[in-house]
């Protein structure tokens, strides 16, 4: 009797928060077929937050701005909740020599991501997120997998000037170019090539070039977007250089970087970052020690219904305990997206990419070629979006792969 009358009183406290909130959450409708809005123009005018937002709430992308989350505000404290769910279905060419190459045509889960970010005040901001759909596989270049549940955000923001914040957790620095495109506006089903690597299944499996997020501290100044001019801003932070799932350091040593941000009208940006990140690898007895520098930059342009933008990655690696030749790498993309006046957002476009991890392996770079489009509807909170990939693989190692992948996305 009391468990019942316990689940009773929750539900009861339930439903009286959640009316409020879910009556706050109204998608954005959509835009008039006649005078479509710009792509990095509000579609509703908001005075600044107090403080510098935790997370960069993801503006206007190719053809839509999500939908403004609900607030819930106790006592000086106020947090939104947020998510999105991402399903694809792809199919890739079956590659005649090759066995684990386009046998895996399919539904798979992009993302389930939840979470939550606030603010006390004008002092401190906080972001928290799980996804429920990472990828994990225990071996290199095998076609099963697991999906695992894994933390992709946690950090705390303290106000010090202004919107100058230091950050302490987990989190994705600048070193990336794509982490200024959240996953609910970029243009394509996938990452950049440089970004996601080559996955298992789509071709020789490949890791990225970015570090990914990792738990470290920093100081930030993230500018807001300006009506016109430009605004500048940077990040510098002290972070783990090990793998972003490991639960602490590899070594004695952080991995460093740097990076400068100039924000322009219609979410433009140019973002040019570096890193340097002495890190281990192996088991002891038999630990090696390598060291990383890289380097980046990456950019946006919005030009009336024309969208540039490209993105590049440069790699050293020396082997400082077997003291072998340098390793060079490096991964680029640029793509054109254009503006399709409709009842719907849809845009359409191209992108072009390449990654050569290594320069001591002489038949190891591929290239992308892919055309995509994208269809919003605001009024559903989804975007669907459909895309074929032509990959171009180093004489030596070629590979019949061509893929057609086909995402359906909801913001929660």
């Known amino acids: 009797m009391i468990a019942s009358r316990v689940r009773l009183h929750l539900l009861v406290t339930f439903a009286a928060w959640a009316a409020p909130a879910i009556a706050t959450a109204q998608p954005l409708p959509p835009p008039p077929p006649s005078a479509p809005p710009d792509e990095g123009t509000p579609v509703e005018a908001a005075p600044p937050p107090a403080v510098p937002p935790a997370e960069r709430p993801p503006e206007t992308g190719a053809v839509q701005r999500p939908p403004p989350e609900p607030t819930i505000s106790i006592a000086g404290f106020s947090w939104q909740p947020f998510g999105f769910l991402r399903e694809e279905y792809v199919a890739v060419q079956n590659d005649p020599n090759v066995a684990y190459v386009g046998r895996n045509d399919g539904f798979a889960i992009q993302n389930a991501r939840i979470g939550a970010r606030g603010q006390l005040g004008t002092r401190a901001t906080f972001v928290l997120s799980f996804d429920g759909a990472i990828d994990q596989r225990t071996q290199l270049n095998v076609p099963q997998g697991t999906l695992g549940v894994g933390m992709r955000d946690s950090y705390l923001d303290v106000v ?68 016109s001019g430009a605004r500048f801003g940077f990040e510098l932070a002290a972070q783990n250089g090990a793998d972003e799932f490991s639960s602490q350091n590899d070594n004695d040593t952080l991995a460093l970087s740097a990076a400068g941000i100039v924000r322009f009208p219609h979410d433009g940006y140019l973002v040019i970052a ?139």
């Open 274 to 412: 570096g890193r340097w990140n002495p890190r281990t690898i192996g088991m002891l007895p038999f630990r090696q020690d390598e060291t990383d520098l890289q380097a980046s930059i990456g950019a946006r342009v919005v030009l009336g219904p024309v969208e540039l933008a490209g993105g590049a990655i440069v790699q050293q690696t020396s082997f400082d305990t077997t003291a072998g030749p340098t390793q060079n790498g490096y991964g680029a993309h640029g793509q054109i997206m254009f503006r399709i006046p409709a009842r719907l957002p849809l845009a359409v476009g191209y992108r072009f990419g390449v990654l050569d991890p290594s320069s001591l392996i002489t038949t190891d770079q591929v290239m992308e070629h892919t055309v995509g489009a994208v269809l919003g509807v605001p009024s559903l909170r989804v975007r669907v979006q459909l895309q074929y990939v032509h990959p171009v693989e180093q004489a030596g190692r070629e590979l019949s792969n061509d893929r057609v992948q086909l995402a359906g996305e909801v913001v929660l």
């Open 160 to 227: 010090l000037q202004g919107r100058i914040v230091a950050r302490g957790g987990y989190w994705q620095s600048w070193l990336d170019p794509e982490a200024q495109v959240p996953d609910t506006v970029r243009a394509f089903v996938d990452y950049p090539l440089e970004s996601r690597g080559v996955r298992a299944t789509e071709g020789y499996q490949t890791p990225p070039l970015p570090p990914g997020r990792s738990m470290g501290a920093g100081i930030r100044l993230d500018p807001e977007v300006p009506e």
